[in-house]
């Protein structure tokens, strides 16, 4: 289930049924791409650090901008970096 304070971020889905661990890729970039820092905190909760990054290095729908950051700040090589190629 997704928490009240996150369901801006999921605008596209029934947040009420909508099963965040059913979905990780989807879940994860959606938070990286538009979260805020309480959005992010609860991420961690839910997802492995590998599988964040996973997400970081494999989604095309990451925004340039977001897939820098999320980069730097996991310590990936830009070049392994989908949305950035």
Known sequence: M??????????????????PEAHPEYT???????????????????????????VIRRD???TPRSANYWALIYQIPLQDVAALR
């Open 28 to 54: 994860i970039a959606r938070v990286l791409d538009r979260g805020d820092v309480d959005a992010v905190a609860w991420l961690k909760t839910r997802f492995t650090e590998d599988a964040i990054k996973d």
């Open 2 to 19: 997704i928490p009240e304070h996150l369901r801006p971020f999921f605008w596209d889905v029934n947040v009420d049924t909508f099963q």
């Open 60 to 62: 095309r729908h990451l």
